[in-house]
């Protein structure tokens, strides 16, 4: 899951695994805290989340750290950069994966539906990333937060009434290195949020969004 840009909630099937034939293994369960690739990694598959949250991220030389990406329900995690992987993937809460090979990727002789379907995801997740980037490059912090909470909130928020509830595996460290803030900007920013009863928050990894039109609204712009 990228911070793409935000105009309307859309409901978005999340859980329907690709149509393949021969070229997928049987689901992989994995534990939280555990590894699923490492940066420099040579990639053999590819695996779309069925269930669980998984998390993307890079080391600069220096040790800083950047979250690239978080890996919900229907997004596809693994797309190789020269033959490898380019990040870390680790896993924030229990998840149950559908490899891929990727070879279908390259070579969809064998089954060509499935190769187009991954060409597709790889696709998007390009666009999404371009969203992002502009996210980062021209968003003030609270619209980062905003933004973040927004899509999060369209992906897996559970309905309560006018309101909507989420969860937050990732720690406030993780979000300020996904959205380049520091901590401090974004525990501040989302106690502004709940001050102006724009949020709830139930405890450190429960979020309710009571007024989601705002919520939007800042994340396009506009003032508390």
Same mark, same amino acid.
């Given at each position: 899951?990228?911070?793409?840009?935000?105009?309307?909630?859309?409901?978005?099937?999340?859980?329907?695994?690709?149509?393949?034939?021969?070229?997928?293994?049987?689901?992989?369960?994995?534990?939280?805290?555990?590894?699923?690739?490492?940066?420099?990694?040579?990639?053999?598959?590819?695996?779309?989340?069925?269930?669980?949250?998984?998390?993307?991220?890079?080391?600069?030389?220096?040790?800083?750290?950047?979250?690239?990406?978080?890996?919900?329900?229907?997004?596809?995690?693994?797309?190789?950069?020269?033959?490898?992987?380019?990040?870390?993937?680790?896993?924030?809460?229990?998840?149950?994966?559908?490899?891929?090979?990727?070879?279908?990727?390259?070579?969809?002789?064998?089954?060509?539906?499935?190769?187009?379907?991954?060409?597709?995801?790889?696709?998007?997740?390009?666009?999404?990333?371009?969203?992002?980037?502009?996210?980062?490059? *021209? #968003? /003030?912090?609270?619209?980062?937060?905003?933004?973040?909470?927004?899509?999060?909130?369209? &992906?897996?928020?559970?309905? =309560? @009434?006018?309101?909507?509830?989420?969860?937050?595996?990732?720690?406030?460290?993780?979000?300020?290195?996904?959205?380049?803030?520091?901590?401090?900007?974004?525990?501040?920013?989302?106690?502004?949020? *709940? #001050? /102006?009863?724009?949020?709830?928050?139930?405890?450190?990894?429960?979020?309710?969004?009571? &007024?989601?039109?705002?919520? =939007? @609204?800042?994340?396009?712009?506009?003032?508390?």
């Amino acid at each position: 899951m990228y911070v793409t840009i935000p105009t309307e909630f859309s409901a978005i099937s999340q859980n329907n695994t690709f149509t393949s034939l021969t070229t997928k293994s049987t689901e992989t369960r994995v534990k939280a805290g555990s590894y699923l690739y490492y940066e420099g990694d040579d990639v053999d598959w590819l695996y779309q989340v069925t269930s669980g949250v998984l998390r993307l991220t890079r080391l600069l030389e220096d040790g800083r750290r950047q979250v690239i990406a978080f890996g919900y329900p229907g997004d596809v995690v693994g797309f190789p950069s020269d033959h490898v992987h380019h990040t870390d993937c680790d896993v924030l809460v229990d998840a149950t994966l559908q490899p891929y090979r990727v070879s279908v990727l390259e070579n969809g002789d064998t089954d060509p539906l499935l190769h187009k379907e991954l060409l597709q995801a790889a696709l998007r997740e390009i666009s999404s990333m371009q969203d992002h980037f502009m996210m980062l490059g *021209r #968003k /003030s912090a609270s619209e980062k937060v905003a933004s973040f909470l927004s899509v999060l909130s369209d &992906r897996v928020g559970q309905n =309560l @009434g006018d309101y909507k509830q989420m969860n937050l595996p990732m720690s406030r460290a993780d979000i300020a290195d996904f959205l380049g803030l520091t901590t401090e900007t974004v525990s501040r920013t989302l106690t502004q949020l *709940r #001050k /102006s009863k724009i949020i709830a928050i139930e405890n450190v990894h429960t979020i309710i969004v009571l &007024r989601p039109t705002a919520l =939007l @609204g800042l994340s396009a712009g506009n003032t508390l």
